[in-house]
């Protein structure tokens, strides 16, 4: 057996590697109360903050509906939620705190002056539930539910979107598995500046986009579905973005990629409408169609310099949408080269191509391997 030095162990015990039960913290230790009714938010965030300062483990949230404001994730606490437990986010938007982001986060504005103006300096527009500001190492886990309520805000995007039900910005080791998000005021999760991020089995469903970042390097989307009222994965900036084992349903689009990536691998989805929840700004049409299964528009919604290179989309099924793939490349912004193999796409209610274009201006190189596209 291999002996271990007296001053080795004191370190390793130190950084709680040996012999050290992981550290849990019952919210309703702290006075939270699951009845839906009572506001927790105080006794929620004292369970978080306690986690943090003792080096970090599980804030566990049981069985129940806690009725909560913002609420602050910090370094190294993982968020778990047990199955049926319900943190529900109040109704009024004036209770919900905007990201202040640590750095300039501009260049991942888009929209412009329009109505879908997303803008970082814009308080409305960073609002949330629930945040996570240059965090490492925190996670969300569990059976559990977030419900963002679909709060109404007509000082919001559109005159309509209230706070999205989770930003993490500048963060390192992000992850979230087994959760569901549900009726979120916007995006159901906004990301900025990831590095290093898993999403693994999480369900979203109703809102408007499911999972959207902007910028990032080395995430994973990996087995979670999405029945979403707006894009179900969007964003862009990606570095080594995976997604692959997903069931992907919208009353939008499926991916969407708005700012220039590189190396984003799309694999063994199935991509599918109509929408399960209509379109959350389609008014009183409340229309359900699925528009295409992966948009690829560099600087569509706003000036995105950069290149998109390495884009490849395999083993994928798609069904009864407009298009499965469509591309629009904006003045600004270059692509390279995309990568389409072993492709079936039924149902389709468009062009039979494999590709269609916003306009003029697309790939340099387009690869196509057999593809497969029926009505």
């Known amino acids: 057996m291999r002996k271990i030095g007296i001053g080795v162990l004191i370190a390793l015990t130190a950084c709680g ?21 009572t506001e927790c ?52 938007p004036e209770a919900y705190a905007s990201f202040i982001p640590q750095h300039d986060l501009s260049m991942y504005d888009s929209g412009g002056d329009s109505a879908n103006a997303n803008n ?54 992000f992850r979230m598995e087994g959760v569901s998000i549900t009726r ?25 986009d499911g999972i959207h970042i902007r910028g990032c390097r080395h995430v994973e989307i990996a087995g979670c579905r999405f029945e979403t009222g707006d894009d179900a994965i969007a964003g862009g900036y990606w570095e080594d973005m995976r997604i692959h084992d997903c069931e992907i349903n919208s009353s939008c689009n499926g991916v969407r990629m708005i700012m220039p990536s590189d190396g984003v691998e799309i694999h063994h989805c199935h991509l599918y409408g109509p929408g399960a929840y209509p379109h959350r700004t389609s008014g009183e049409t409340r229309r359900n169609n699925m528009l295409f299964g992966v948009s690829l528009e560099p600087g569509a919604w706003g000036a995105a310099p950069g290149t998109a290179r390495g884009i490849h989309l395999h083993d994928l099924l798609f069904e009864q949408l407009s298009s499965p793939v469509s591309t629009s490349v ?3 912004s270059v692509a390279e080269d995309l990568t389409l193999e072993d492709i ?32």
């Open 17 to 37: 590697t040996v012999n050290e039960e992981p550290r849990v913290f019952d919210v309703t230790a702290f006075g939270a109360t699951g009845d839906g009714v």
């Open 41 to 92: 938010t105080a006794a929620v965030q004292a369970a978080i903050d306690s986690c943090t300062l003792s080096g970090g483990g599980t804030v566990r949230v049981p069985e129940g509906t806690f009725l909560c404001r913002s609420l602050f994730l910090k370094d190294r606490v993982n968020l778990h939620l047990d199955k049926g437990a319900v943190l529900l986010g109040v109704e009024d």
């Open 120 to 173: 970082t300096g814009d308080r409305r527009w960073m609002k949330a539930f629930l945040h996570g500001n240059g965090i490492d190492g925190a996670s969300v886990t569990g059976e559990g539910l977030i419900d963002g309520r679909h709060v109404f805000d007509s000082l919001g995007e559109e005159n309509m979107r209230g706070p999205h039900t989770i930003i993490i910005g500048e963060a390192r080791d």
């Open 184 to 208: 979120a005021a916007n995006y159901a999760f906004l990301g900025y500046a990831l590095e290093n991020a898993v999403f693994q089995g999480v369900h979203i469903t109703e809102g408007w």
């Open 330 to 332: 904006r003045a600004g």
């Open 344 to 375: 079936t796409a039924t149902g389709i209610t468009g062009a039979l191509t494999p590709i269609v274009s916003w306009n003029d201006q697309g790939f340099r190189s387009v690869t196509l391997r057999n593809v497969t596209i029926s009505r």
